[in-house]
């Protein structure tokens, strides 16, 4: 096709030339450009006879396949006059057929009497295209008789144009066509013929198509899979109708569970769970789902997709998911690691007493696997430590058994959340603090990572209560940590004659032969010097300035509680070394390089105040108890404040699940008087079902489109055009609505479209011709690639049949919000600031608004931009400073991080900075945009 209209399409006088030759390489070719040229809006009367002449009775296939094109975009009816127009008076237009369609359909009828089946079959599929009832009338006799056909390829294709021509004309011309498919049924062998007749007694008599299934019920398994799909669809629709019709079909669902189609077993099991609530029923259906979940041959869309569905049914069914959970958790050897965390979140919910030593088991032999597995990385790692977590904070019996082995992953990339975890552990069961201590002890010298050793360092400056723990912390803290001062040592220059490179020349013998002189470099192998130094005072030498406070802190806090434990002179020796140690750190901190400047005079009071606390007997009174309770008191109330929150979402869960579907004084909705967006939870009808999947359920109510109605041209254009605009991912579909407000007929009208962005038009709207005062509407379809403000712009050009002038109508533009691909999500602390340092783009949106409380604009922010706020903030907080982050996800999987920083000044105004981040650009200047609009408008309406 790109070499056929790289020059422009030929004229019609060269394509009814090229339609005599008798080479059928030329025909088609002249045949592929008439098809084209019908398809760009032009006439082109003569070539249909030209194609009868020469070709209709050629023999080669591939002209034949494009004869069938030709066919069905030809016109096949002459042009309504002017006066025929008028005298229809806004009715329909009578139409008149060309009198060459006679001879057309005489060449469909010879190809449907074809001693070749393939011609035969080819030529009845093309007719399931045809709506005209004087073409269909002629050939149905024949049509008739494929049926009898001794080849399945023919019957199976006369059954679907039997199906689509009493669809459209079932009352006139085959008035008898269910009688004749139930007959056809009855003798049929062939799969793909069976299941389209049954489909057309689906569709067109659904009580012979009920007959036939009762009497053949024992057989639907061996009738293939899309003959069992279309019994599942019957099903849906009967029961929906007549529920008390359940009873004749749940035996039949039952058996297909068990199919070898994963297609027909998701079918039955989904719509065994939509007909019955029933244990046995649910168990069947989600003992299915875990055999579809873990079979090799699904890809991980299936995978997905049945997730979804035990995600469902966990809600209204837990204790059935229980039964199967070992089941449902063999998917976590799948590579994907989205298919894990789907996984994961599921069974984490539906845990119990029973089954949590065996769910904690696999999940620590699962860990431990990922010593030797690199495949999924650090993050399968971590949702795995996440759920063992879990596990241990609902079942105390579980948390020992876990902690020491999860100690071992503290040198790993997940050690982060170990230690998280660990520290959670120390404060919730005080038995095991002093295994979990002697634990971490022994593996401090490996810690690698800087928050990790903050945390593992406060956890031994909190829980070392005991003589003998506390005198081996602080020994094996301050041997980790050296003797001060912390900076470099100078490595001594190694000598100038050993690293200078020496020349060597030898004699070496070439291919050929012949010998040759070659001189080479050698330098003296440098001797590997091994750093045994310890990994904690790497860390303090590097000028961590912020790690060395939290030392000092560790520190004192040892000396504190040793001073109730040990003898005066063993607490003398401590402090003496703590003090040399801050000492050290003080100077370190004066001494570091820029980066960490900022944290200098922060780390000197604060090492300052410690020193303090344990030489001035004063302030030890004063601040003891304070360093002693302070802190594990602060850290008991946060993990009680997160176990409240969980508890508040699982009750608010709890309390959707158990309110009631229907009242008994409620409204009864009849499905055929009721739009789109009502609807019951539970709807069997694939009709409905498939208006969720595109996005439409919460798009049905008029109030809705009328937000996404955009005026295209004026009212005093000769074209009123105005566009309904429907977002569904990646999708956009526009309907174009075209008023004619002139009394002339306007043909060859388009509506040509272009595109700012990242989106391509993949369905152009075709050409059309409108009556006086009449109206059509167009539609077109843009493809979105990724998440930024594009435009579509356009113009209406058409041709005047009264004036015969070209006439073209500019077009508003198309402005398309962000808004429509933003949706919330959730990411933990650790995930935003990766993504944070790892993203390269950002947008810095200064703050202009006349809101003047800090909570109001952050909820009007996150409101705005249709993002969820990760920091927790509620309403009593007191102060002038607000420091929030906000994350989202577009539909394409791109991410989108805010930080909000606000300042109330004293004069009421807020000040600051909104900064966005984003792997693309794209959506940080788009979403930079849409926040400073929102402020812009939001500052004028409150100035009026």
């Known amino acids: 096709s790109s070499d056929l209209t790289a020059g422009g399409l030929p004229s019609e006088e060269e394509i009814a030339k090229d339609l005599e030759s008798n080479d059928a390489k030329v025909k088609r070719q002249a045949l592929k450009a008439a098809i084209y040229a019908l398809l760009g809006g032009e006439t082109m009367p003569r070539i249909l006879m030209q194609v009868i002449r020469f070709c209709i009775n050629s023999q080669d296939h591939q002209l034949k396949k494009l004869m069938m094109l030709y066919w069905e975009v030809v016109p096949k009816y002459q042009e309504p006059t002017s006066d025929e127009i008028l005298r229809a008076a806004g009715g329909p237009i009578p139409r008149k057929m060309l009198p060459e369609m006679i001879l057309v359909c005489n060449a469909l009828m010879n190809d449907l009497n074809h001693p070749n089946e393939y011609v035969r079959g080819s030529m009845l599929r093309f007719l399931c295209k045809i709506k005209d009832e004087e073409i269909l009338g002629p050939l149905l006799p024949s049509v008739k008789a494929c049926l009898e056909h001794r080849h399945p390829y023919v019957r199976k294709n006369a059954a679907l144009t039997v199906f689509h021509a009493h669809k459209l004309f079932g009352d006139h011309l085959i008035p008898d066509g269910p009688e004749l498919i139930s007959n056809f049924l009855e003798t049929e062998t062939d799969a793909g013929a069976r299941r389209n007749a049954f489909l057309m007694l689906f569709n067109q008599s659904e009580e012979l198509s009920i007959e036939y299934l009762a009497k053949n019920l024992d057989k639907v398994s061996e009738y293939g899979d899309g003959f069992a799909l279309l019994v599942l669809e019957l099903t849906r629709r009967v029961c929906r109708r007549d529920p008390n019709q359940k009873s004749r079909f749940v035996r039949v669902i039952f058996a297909m569970l068990s199919s070898e189609s994963a297609a027909v077993s998701y079918e039955a099991a989904w719509t065994l769970v939509s007909l019955s609530s029933a244990p046995s029923a649910v168990r069947a259906a989600a003992t299915t789902y875990a055999t579809l979940l873990n079979s090799p041959q699904n890809d991980n869309n299936v995978k997905m997709i049945v997730l979804e569905r035990l995600d469902d049914l966990k809600t209204k069914n837990p204790k059935v998911l229980q039964e199967i959970i070992m089941d449902i958790l063999r998917a976590l050897s799948s590579p994907d690691l989205a298919i894990c965390k789907k996984v994961l979140d599921i069974t984490g919910d539906i845990v119990s007493s029973r089954n949590v030593q065996d769910v904690v088991s696999l999940l620590k032999k699962e860990v431990i696997k990922t010593k030797s597995e690199t495949e999924k990385g650090a993050a399968y790692r971590t949702m795995l430590i996440k759920s063992i977590h879990g596990c241990a904070t609902r079942f105390p019996l579980v948390a ?65 209560d005991t003589s003998d723990i506390l005198q081996e912390a602080f020994s094996d803290v301050t041997t980790q940590l050296g003797e001060p001062p912390f900076v470099k040592t100078k490595v001594e220059e190694v000598k100038k004659d050993k690293e200078e490179p020496k020349l060597v020349t030898k004699n070496v013998i070439l291919a050929d032969g012949t010998y040759a002189t070659q001189t080479v470099y050698t330098e003296a192998k440098r001797e590997k010097h091994e750093d045994t130094t310890p990994s904690l005072r790497k860390m303090i030498v590097g000028g961590d300035v912020y790690l060395g406070s939290i030392v000092s802190s560790t520190l004192t806090k040892m000396c504190l509680r040793a001073s109730y434990l040990l003898e005066a002179v063993a607490v003398k020796d401590m402090v003496v070394k703590s003090v040399l140690a801050m000492c050290g750190i003080v100077k370190m901190a004066e001494n570091c390089n820029a980066a960490h400047q900022s944290n200098q005079a922060d780390c000197k009071d604060r090492v300052t105040l410690c020193i303090r606390v344990l030489l001035d007997p004063v302030a030890n009174e004063k601040f003891k108890d304070i360093f002693l309770t302070q802190g594990r008191s602060t ?276 000040t600051g900075y909104i900064r966005i981040r984003s792997k693309t650009q794209g959506i940080a200047l788009s979403l930079g945009d849409r926040i400073t609009s929102v402020q812009r408008g939001l500052a004028e309406g409150q100035a009026q």
């Not at 709207?765 to 843009?782: C, F, K, N, V, Y």
Request: charged content about 25%; hydrophobic content about 40%; some cysteine.
């Open 635 to 910: 850290f008991s109330h946060f993990l009680a404040s997160v176990k409240e929150r969980e508890g508040a979402g699982s009750k608010d869960s709890a309390s959707k699940e158990t309110t009631p579907v229907a009242q008994a004084d409620d409204l009864i909705h009849f499905r055929q008087l009721r739009n789109q967006a009502q609807g019951a939870d539970l709807d069997l009808d694939d009709g409905s079902d498939l208006a969720r999947a595109i996005g439409y359920s919460g798009a049905g109510s008029l109030e809705s489109e009328l937000n996404h109605v955009y005026q295209l041209s004026g009212f005093s254009d000769p074209v009123y055009a105005e566009v309904l605009v429907t977002v569904h991912d990646y999708d956009i579909k526009l309907e174009i609505l075209v008023i004619n407000r002139t009394p002339n007929t306007l043909s060859n009208l388009s509506v040509e479209l272009n595109t700012m962005g990242d989106m391509k038009i993949v369905e152009r709207p075709q050409s059309h011709t409108i009556g006086p005062l009449d109206q059509i509407t167009i539609r077109a379809s843009i493809k979105v690639s990724s998440t930024e403000t594009g435009h579509i712009f356009g113009t209406i050009v058409y041709d005047d049949l009264a004036t015969g002038n070209k006439v073209l109508v500019n077009l508003n533009d198309i402005h398309m919000d962000i808004m429509d691909y933003i949706r919330p999500a959730i990411c933990t602390d650790e995930s935003f600031r990766s993504m944070w340092a790892e993203f390269e783009w950002e947008n810095k949106v200064a703050i202009t608004t006349s809101i003047t409380d800090l909570f109001e604009f952050l909820n009007h922010v996150v409101k705005s931009t249709n993002m969820k706020c990760l920091t927790p903030h509620d309403g009593s907080e007191k102060g002038n400073f607000l420091a929030s982050n906000l994350y989202a996800r577009s539909v394409f999987g791109e991410d989108a991080l805010v930080n909000v920083s606000v300042e109330k000044k004293d004069d009421g105004k807020l």
């Open 400 to 464: 020992e058994g876990v902690v020491h082995t999860l100690m071992d992953f503290l040198s790993t990339d997940g050690s982060m959340q170990v230690i998280i975890f660990v520290r959670a552990i120390m404060e919730q069961y005080p038995e095991l603090r002093s295994s979990i201590l002697s634990k971490l002890l022994t593996t401090l010298s490996e810690i690698t990572s800087r928050n990790v050793m903050c945390v593992c360092l406060w956890i031994l400056g909190e829980y070392c």
